[in-house]
């Protein structure tokens, strides 16, 4: 009930732009019935964009040649970090897939989400624009995928089953997070890290297997985290940037218009995914603590403990030692050079050399 109600104050949107493109070359289109593995079901960008991506937008803008089958990741089964080795399989034809958890076979993938890294959705995708490039550049040589799009979750907050008072609350607990740059985050905190899947947090915080976990502001909220959870800590450690792709021999087999359409399609996709995490992220607090407006998440009672100044100093500090000092480490020498002319570039920082 909760989906449907979100997707349908979002369907004139999705269906909107490039509406006189699409009619003009529909014509054009071959008929295909696409195989797509999505991001995990319960997450607003999942809801709202990408499953109307697939199953309204495609459909209706290619004048019905071209339609889809969208299966959400927990909804197979399938370990998000084994999603770039099935598409590159071609297991599906198109993935969306988070890229930081990807991080474990090439540490390239985290380059534009390092944990603090940025503070805003525009600072967000800026800094995933000019990391673009290597990103795409990674994954048709040494994975046989083309980058599509990229786009983002609400930011990464801590969600703790009991109160907590601010960053030093979080010491020597039990604390989920899903990639590499998190760990590095929380090892100055001397904090016990454990990697889970998204669908395996709610009943881990419910027994006390975890003390804390990471995920959106709003992602949390619409899976279910808030009846779990007592506070929520917004320090930020990133947006679970995510990407559409598609795998390279699919791509090659398309012919030009088909290529364009899709190019078209995506460009829209990416835009719309980051209108919605600008609103997810407006609204993620006035959802888990009971307020209005909040159309896209649900009502709920949770408290939010404000980030004291002392602990954004800390996490600053740990962002320009912990952080980038460990991600340097596994991407290498001519990764950081590379990062420091662009994102580091756009952000006024810069990684040390490994």
């Known amino acids: 009930m909760f989906r449907n109600a979100v997707v349908a104050a979002f369907a004139t949107v999705a269906l909107a732009g490039g509406a006189d493109i699409e009619a003009a070359s529909a014509q054009e289109l071959p008929s295909l019935q696409i195989k797509a593995v999505g991001l995990n079901g319960a997450t607003p960008v999942s809801i709202i964009d990408e499953v109307p991506f697939w199953t309204e937008t495609i459909p209706a803008a290619s004048g019905g ?43 390239v993938f985290e380059g534009c989400d390092l944990a603090g890294l940025t503070l805003t959705p525009a600072e967000a995708r800026a800094a995933c624009e000019a990391w673009r490039p290597v990103i795409d550049e990674t994954l048709q040589r040494d994975w046989g995928v083309k980058l599509l799009a990229i786009g983002g979750n609400t930011p990464q907050v801590f969600w703790c089953r009991e109160p907590i008072d601010g960053l030093d609350s979080l010491r020597g607990k039990k604390i989920r997070v899903f990639n590499n740059t998190m760990r590095d985050f929380l090892a100055g905190l001397d904090a016990t890290v454990i990697s889970m899947a998204f669908a395996e947090v709610v009943p881990a915080l419910n027994n006390g297997v975890v003390d804390c976990a990471v995920t959106g502001s709003l992602s949390g909220n619409t899976a279910g985290w808030t009846e779990v959870t007592e506070a929520i800590y917004p320090l930020s450690l990133g ?107 756009k952000l006024g920082l810069t990684a040390p050399a490994p």
Do not use: H
Not at 276 to 301: H, I, M, R
Not at 303 to 314: G, L, M, R, Y
């Open 65 to 107: 040649r071209i339609t889809a089958q969208i299966t959400p990741l927990d909804q197979m089964g399938i370990d998000d970090k084994t999603m770039l080795r099935l598409l590159k399989l071609g297991v599906m034809d198109f993935a969306g897939m988070d890229i930081s958890k990807m991080a474990g076979d090439d540490a």
């Open 239 to 345: 947006w679970s940037i995510n990407i559409l792709a598609v795998n390279l021999k699919t791509w090659q087999r398309f012919d030009e218009p088909t290529k364009a359409f899709f190019l078209e399609q995506a460009g829209a996709y990416e835009d719309k995914m980051w209108r919605t995490l600008t609103q997810a992220t407006d609204e993620a607090a006035n959802c888990n603590t009971g307020q209005q407006p909040c159309t896209l998440g649900k009502l709920a009672s949770t408290t939010i403990v404000p980030v004291a100044e002392k602990d954004s100093a800390a996490k600053k500090a740990l962002l320009e030692s912990a952080v980038l000092a460990g991600w340097a480490q596994r991407c290498g020498a001519d990764c950081v050079t590379e990062w420091n002319e662009t994102v580091g570039a």
